[in-house]
């Protein structure tokens, strides 16, 4: 994998806040219920961060354990001591080294994907594609669980994403990125429309494999939308099988 770009530690504090609860917690207790009867389940959460998602997952299955693998230093400081759960720092980069060494039975990467960049789109897409890949490889994890934010063009469905991308990433115009809103300014990010996280997701873990959870759409000020090109902008949730066969 291409070495990959770290946020700042002043953009990294952004993060410090609970991202799934109402009706996303929700969609993510539906599956662990059905897939988990007796709520007896190890799980990793990579880019788990200041650890609120995993606390919360612990509480409410009582039998569950804990990886929780991130590589802000910042985050991984505030995380609570639990006995049942492992805290790592260290980077998806290095995520094969625990794969192997942990039988983990759901992964959890919440809001990670988008920020796997590298200098440029291209390799930043293949950063994504690497780090499911790794995921793929290890059959003996039963389910993948992704939240990602879909942003969706007009006419061109993924070019909001190529906007953006070359916006935030691109350091002379950090400060005017930032001040438009950008918690990525000057490093980039790589949100994607929703059908190209479909296309990603057929091609990796195949037809039929996942199921997905669609939330409200977001007001986004017109001058953005036309600036960026952006139809709609949604977060799903997709809960992937890692062990069906593909179509
Ligand atoms: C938007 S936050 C999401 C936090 C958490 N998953 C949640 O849903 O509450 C992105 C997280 O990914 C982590 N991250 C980004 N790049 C990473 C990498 N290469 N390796 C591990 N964690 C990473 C960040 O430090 C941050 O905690």
Partial sequence: ?????????????????????????????????????????????????????????????????????????????????NPRKKIILDSVENLETYLSVNHVDIVFINWVLHHLVSNTYRQTRQNIENTLKVIRSHRDVHYLAIFENMYNGIWFDNLPSRLIFQLTSFKPAKMLMKRMGANTAGVGVSFLSMKKWMSIFDALFGRGSYQRVDFGLWNVPLIRKLFLHIKTIHMSLFWINNNSSPE
């Fill in 1 to 81: 994998m291409d070495k990959l770009k770290q946020l700042s530690s002043d953009q990294l504090e952004s993060f410090n806040t609970e991202y799934v609860n109402g009706e996303l917690w929700d969609a993510v207790v539906n599956f662990i219920d059905r897939d988990f009867i007796t709520g007896e389940f190890t799980f990793l959460d990579i880019g788990g961060g200041n650890g609120m998602f995993t606390d919360r997952i612990l509480a409410h299955y009582p039998k569950s354990h804990a990886i929780l693998l991130d590589n802000a230093k910042n985050l991984i400081e505030i995380n609570k001591e």
